[in-house]
């Protein structure tokens, strides 16, 4: 194929009659189409999706859409036939065409997308609505909204002006600028949420255009990188194995406008504003420090936390069994300040996995050594204690104590304790653990339990139901997981 800088368009004008050049300026013909491509992919774009590009053109994103979605799941609008001619022609080529059956509809009115047949999960508009008078504008919204899945989103560019343009229909190749307040109102009005992308544009701005159930809560407030998007589809178990995210659940959460919690195991619709909290991040990013990884499991930590804030405010010290590299050991003492504190955190683990001889038969069915295997292969638990001491080197008053529980539980020398975790994903040294510390928990202390009503842990369950009888008492279940014990007063 000819690469003279002829077919490129070199030094030719936005607009003029070039298959490049009439799409844009010609020299950054690869950035959009880049720019484009990662920002649907890192929004959720998967191959079985199906897209709508609004004003296709030459196909700059387009052949790059192509061959990555599925046969039969890109649809372009475009009124100028030429331009896809030669975007096939110079760009994508025929075989791809006959491999991807792309469909093309060439109109300018928004209405022809319903002739797709299909609803979109995701439309694309790049530099469209920079050249739209807002009677245009409202109709591609109107359009798009009616054709897009409910979980669908549009991303469209415009230009952010302080007043509104007054052009009306299609405006090329000159632009026309709109205020964010003008372009949010036609979003609601067209049924969709209108959120401004932090997403570089050389020229112009990204918005997103999002039908009700689709989830921007997770862009919110962070950088909107592919780490946080691949976090997002995918998510890790108590095994730390990266699972994909749930599958959107059957509830109605259409009135939830983005704001879905749905990470580790656990998918709500309930306000969890603790997330922005700035203390809470900061001690939350110090677990992803001493971890060397983001676990996604904000909710967990919010509740350990809660606890260990509560417990500070008691006599006693702190204690925790399984600690592995101290992701939410590590959080609390941030958020605690701990030096400040004048307690002791007792951290207990034997820092290279559980040890077989105390996992029970019902832990063992249920897959407790595999799990254990799996986690030391995968690198989620530690191989080994120096790296974790030297993450809690910051700290005073803290000691590691290293080796297997119930043999080194003798070394934890507190009198008073006011915060227990257990967390060995095992029953036999958990059930040791507590009963070794009941007695020394203070009225009110605080047992926080994480894989109490963990999905697959069920023999713990059992076995902390059991001891919670014996003592009279009940364990709160949380949707997290985890379990909580408040030690009551008078209770030995
Ligand atoms: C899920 S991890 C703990 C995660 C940790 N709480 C955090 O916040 O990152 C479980 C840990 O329990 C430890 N463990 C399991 N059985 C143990 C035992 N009998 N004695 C001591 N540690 C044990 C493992 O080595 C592992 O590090």
Redesign the pocket.
């Known amino acids: 194929m000819d690469l003279t800088q002829e077919s490129l368009g070199a030094g030719l004008k936005p607009g003029d009659a070039h298959y490049r050049a009439y799409v844009g300026p010609p020299e950054d013909y690869d950035l959009i189409a880049a720019m484009t491509f990662n920002l649907l992919t890192t929004l959720g774009l998967r191959q079985h999706h199906s897209l709508l590009d609004v004003g296709c053109g030459s196909l700059r994103v387009g052949r790059l859409l192509i061959p990555y979605l599925n046969c039969g799941k890109y649809f372009g609008v475009e009124p100028n036939e030429w331009l896809v001619e030669e975007g096939i022609k110079r760009e994508l080529g025929e075989a791809l065409l006959e491999i991807k059956r792309p469909t093309f509809f060439f109109a300018d009115l928004p209405e022809v997308i319903t002739q797709a047949n299909t609803s979109f999960d995701f439309a694309v508009a790049q530099s469209i609505f920079s050249h739209c008078g807002l009677d245009l504008i409202k109709g591609w919204l109107s359009a798009i909204s009616r054709s897009l899945t409910e979980d669908g989103a549009l991303v469209a560019t415009f230009l952010p002006g302080v007043q509104d343009s007054p052009a009306k229909g299609w405006v090329y190749p000159e632009c026309v600028n709109y205020r964010p307040a003008t372009m949010r109102q036609a979003a609601a009005d067209a049924g969709l949420r209108f959120e401004l992308l932090d997403w570089k544009h050389p020229r112009q701005t990204w918005a997103l255009f999002a039908a009700p159930k689709f989830d921007s809560g997770w862009l919110r407030n962070k950088p909107l990188t592919w780490n946080a998007g691949l976090a997002k589809a995918l998510t890790r178990n108590?095994a730390g194995n990266i699972t994909p995210a749930a599958p959107a659940a059957s509830a109605d959460f259409s009135h939830a406008e983005g704001h879905v919690y749905d990470q580790d195991g656990l998918r709500s619709i309930h306000n969890h504003e603790f997330m922005d909290d700035p203390a809470f991040r900061k001690a939350y990013q110090r677990g992803i420090r001493a971890?060397g990884d983001d676990y996604r499991w904000h909710w967990r930590v919010h509740i350990g936390l809660w606890a260990a804030a509560c417990a500070a405010r008691l006599e006693g010290d702190f204690v925790?069994?399984?600690?592995?590299?101290?992701?939410?050991?590590s959080a609390i003492m941030d958020y605690l300040n701990w030096d400040s504190l004048g307690k002791h955190f007792y951290l207990?683990?034997?820092?290279?996995?559980?040890?077989e001889r105390?996992v029970s038969s019902a832990d063992r069915a249920s897959g407790a050594v595999e799990k254990n295997k799996k986690s030391l292969t995968s690198g989620f638990?530690?191989q080994g204690i120096e790296e974790v001491r030297a993450n809690f080197s910051q700290w005073k008053n803290v000691s590691l104590i290293e080796?297997?529980?119930p043999e080194t539980l003798s070394q934890v020398r507190a009198e008073k304790i006011a915060y227990l975790?257990l967390?060995?994903?095992?029953s036999p040294?958990e059930i040791a653990a507590i009963q070794c510390f009941w007695e020394r928990l203070v009225p009110g202390a605080f047992v926080l339990l994480?894989d109490y009503a963990y999905h697959g842990y069920l023999s713990q369950k059992i076995a902390m139901d059991q001891f919670a009888q014996e003592k009279g008492i009940k364990i709160l279940s949380l949707p997290t997981g985890q379990g909580l014990l408040v030690k009551p007063i008078g209770n030995r």
Do not use: Q, W
Not at 320 to 329: I, T
């Open positions: 108590k971890a925790e069994c399984g600690v592995n590299r101290g992701f939410l050991s207990l683990d034997t820092f290279r996995g559980l040890d105390f638990y530690a080796g297997s529980i975790h967390d060995m994903n095992c040294p994480d």
